[in-house]
């Protein structure tokens, strides 16, 4: 008989609401079970959001290793010179500090000639007929330049077509056009073009032979030596500094080499402070009693937290894969952990190591290198190898994700185990039913057969009586 069926037929005879009884006891069987699914979930969730609180807090302190990271971020010398429109200056990670005079008398110069002139840009050249333009730089021929439009603007495109080391440009002077041409900087970089109509003869409509300007190294002294060059960019004078010339200085200019820890010291002080809330977030998660709603006492007992702890702790104290002779640690600049397990910062002992060794502090954090690679077998200092064990543990192959992982599975597995039960209480309560219904139907004809012996019964007695 259907559920419904039986539900409609209850309630007759014994007078006992039996569809209330059979729902007892289906829930005295299914809500202690149902309970325990319930936790196993709730706990099971909780997990895997402690163990995103775990990555996230290994993101940060990933970051913070980040800035750390490269010898680019060591890059502290903050040059100023008393003449900046005369030169500029920057630095990079290898430059020291230091004063120097630097005197510009000559900026390097490119070569600037003008053909001879023309009444417009379309006007046709060697009769309208092709012709070249042979190019030497150096007293070196560079090759035929091919002007298949005769005139002063297919000239132009050809010449800057043929990207031989000069520039050609097309100058409307008022009373005609002329086209200049522009090398590049330097005294080695002078340069002739002369035309050729196709038989060996120079165009006679066509001349390069106006001067504009000559081509000049750059001329300049640094603390009085007399150093030349062929461009106005020089990174090759000064170790880890690069000079724009670009003009001549009123006698000698001051340019001081300054050091700025300001910012190193700020972000090793966002390591100490990013590996501390690490620290707080697994307390957290391993304490039975927090309080902290999202993820308290998550992981409580678990061996992750102790084993990440472990790991991340020793890439604070282990030597660096690139150590220095003085600076080899963290230690050395110092970085230590006290008793309660927080990591500590002696700023005294990182401003000495600044400025007595502080190409050793950048090596010893980043390799003295950039962008490198996790996959990269060299040396990568204390922050480079920081970072790639820290990505390593993030990945979805790593222990946290596959611990995670495990988690999601356990939760689908129990709520298959609350399906299941939910189809077993729903069969136990049919059967229930259909065994109360039963009950019913005798109750209700003992009830019916006493009526009517009660009633053959009292008819018997008034017939005596009478």
Same mark, same amino acid.
Request: glycine share 10%.
């Given at each position: 008989m259907?559920?419904?069926?039986?539900?409609?037929?209850l309630?007759?005879?014994?007078?006992?609401?039996?569809?209330s009884?059979?729902?007892s006891l289906?829930?005295?069987?299914?809500? !202690?079970q149902?309970?325990?699914?319930?936790?196993?979930?709730?706990?099971?969730?909780a997990?895997?959001?402690g163990?995103s @609180?775990?990555?996230y807090a290994?993101?940060?302190l990933?970051?913070a290793?980040?800035?750390l990271?490269?010898?680019?971020d060591?890059?502290s010398?903050l !040059?100023?010179?008393t003449?900046?429109?005369?030169?500029?200056?920057?630095a990079?990670?290898? %430059?020291?500090?230091?004063s120097?005079s630097i005197e510009?008398?000559?900026?390097?110069l490119?070569?600037?000639t003008?053909?001879?002139?023309f009444?417009d840009?379309?006007?046709?050249?060697?009769g309208g007929t092709a012709?070249?333009?042979?190019?030497?730089?150096g007293?070196?021929?560079?090759?035929?330049?091919a002007v298949?439009?005769?005139t002063p603007?297919g000239m132009?495109? @050809?010449i800057n077509?043929a990207?031989l080391?000069v520039?050609a440009q097309?100058?409307?002077?008022?009373?005609g056009?002329n086209?200049?041409i522009?090398?590049?900087?330097?005294?080695?970089?002078?340069?002739?073009?002369?035309s050729d109509d196709? =038989?060996g003869?120079?165009?006679?409509?066509?001349a390069?032979?106006t001067?504009?300007?000559t081509?000049?190294?750059a001329?300049?002294k640094?603390?009085g030596l007399?150093v030349?060059r062929s461009s106005?960019?020089?990174?090759d004078?000064?170790?880890?500094?690069?000079l724009?010339?670009?003009?001549?200085?009123?006698? @000698?200019?001051r340019?001081?080499?300054?050091?700025?820890t300001?910012?190193i010291?700020?972000?090793?002080?966002?390591l100490?402070?990013?590996?501390?809330?690490?620290?707080? =977030?697994?307390k957290?998660l391993?304490d039975?009693?927090?309080?902290?709603?999202?993820?308290?006492g998550?992981?409580?007992?678990?061996?992750?937290?102790?084993?990440?702890?472990?790991?991340v702790?020793?890439?604070? =104290?282990?030597?660096?894969?690139?150590?220095?002779?003085?600076?080899?640690?963290?230690?050395?600049?110092g970085?230590s952990f006290?008793?309660?397990?927080?990591?500590?910062?002696d700023?005294s002992k990182l401003?000495?190591?600044?400025q007595?060794n502080?190409a050793?502090?950048? +090596?010893?954090?980043? %390799?003295g290198?950039?962008?490198?690679?996790i996959y990269?077998?060299?040396?990568?200092?204390?922050?480079?190898?920081?970072i790639?064990?820290i990505e390593?543990?993030l990945l979805?192959t790593?222990l946290?994700?596959?611990?995670s992982?495990s988690?999601t599975?356990q939760i689908a597995?129990f709520?298959a185990?609350? +399906?299941v039960?939910?189809?077993?209480?729903?069969k136990l309560?049919?059967?229930y039913?259909?065994?109360f219904?039963?009950m019913e139907?005798?109750?209700?004809?003992?009830?019916?057969?006493?009526?009517?012996l009660?009633?053959?019964?009292?008819?018997m007695?008034?017939s005596?009586n009478?």
């Amino acid at each position: 008989m259907a559920t419904s069926s039986i539900i409609n037929t209850l309630g007759a005879g014994s007078g006992i609401d039996v569809k209330s009884l059979a729902q007892s006891l289906v829930d005295a069987e299914k809500i !202690p079970q149902k309970e325990r699914i319930e936790a196993k979930i709730a706990q099971s969730e909780a997990k895997i959001t402690g163990y995103s @609180a775990v990555k996230y807090a290994l993101s940060q302190l990933k970051t913070a290793f980040g800035k750390l990271n490269d010898a680019s971020d060591f890059s502290s010398i903050l !040059p100023s010179n008393t003449q900046p429109s005369a030169f500029g200056v920057t630095a990079n990670a290898s %430059a020291e500090a230091g004063s120097y005079s630097i005197e510009v008398m000559q900026t390097a110069l490119a070569q600037r000639t003008a053909s001879s002139n023309f009444a417009d840009r379309t006007t046709e050249l060697n009769g309208g007929t092709a012709f070249s333009l042979n190019l030497s730089i150096g007293g070196v021929s560079q090759g035929a330049i091919a002007v298949t439009t005769a005139t002063p603007a297919g000239m132009v495109s @050809a010449i800057n077509g043929a990207k031989l080391g000069v520039t050609a440009q097309l100058i409307n002077t008022g009373s005609g056009y002329n086209v200049v041409i522009t090398g590049e900087t330097g005294a080695d970089q002078s340069f002739s073009l002369t035309s050729d109509d196709g =038989t060996g003869q120079a165009l006679t409509d066509v001349a390069f032979g106006t001067p504009l300007q000559t081509a000049t190294d750059a001329s300049f002294k640094v603390n009085g030596l007399t150093v030349s060059r062929s461009s106005n960019t020089v990174n090759d004078v000064i170790d880890g500094v690069t000079l724009e010339l670009y003009a001549s200085t009123s006698g @000698a200019a001051r340019l001081d080499m300054n050091r700025d820890t300001a910012g190193i010291k700020s972000n090793v002080q966002g390591l100490v402070t990013a590996y501390n809330e690490f620290e707080e =977030t697994l307390k957290i998660l391993g304490d039975r009693g927090s309080e902290v709603e999202e993820f308290g006492g998550a992981l409580a007992g678990e061996s992750l937290l102790q084993s990440v702890r472990n790991q991340v702790r020793s890439l604070i =104290t282990n030597t660096s894969s690139t150590p220095g002779t003085t600076i080899k640690a963290a230690r050395d600049v110092g970085l230590s952990f006290d008793r309660f397990g927080q990591l500590t910062l002696d700023e005294s002992k990182l401003v000495n190591a600044l400025q007595n060794n502080f190409a050793e502090v950048s +090596t010893m954090f980043s %390799a003295g290198t950039n962008n490198k690679s996790i996959y990269s077998p060299a040396p990568a200092g204390l922050a480079g190898g920081a970072i790639n064990s820290i990505e390593k543990m993030l990945l979805s192959t790593g222990l946290i994700d596959t611990q995670s992982k495990s988690a999601t599975s356990q939760i689908a597995k129990f709520k298959a185990d609350m +399906t299941v039960l939910d189809e077993r209480m729903e069969k136990l309560m049919t059967r229930y039913l259909a065994q109360f219904s039963a009950m019913e139907s005798i109750v209700g004809s003992s009830t019916s057969m006493r009526e009517s012996l009660k009633g053959t019964f009292e008819g018997m007695m008034n017939s005596n009586n009478n």
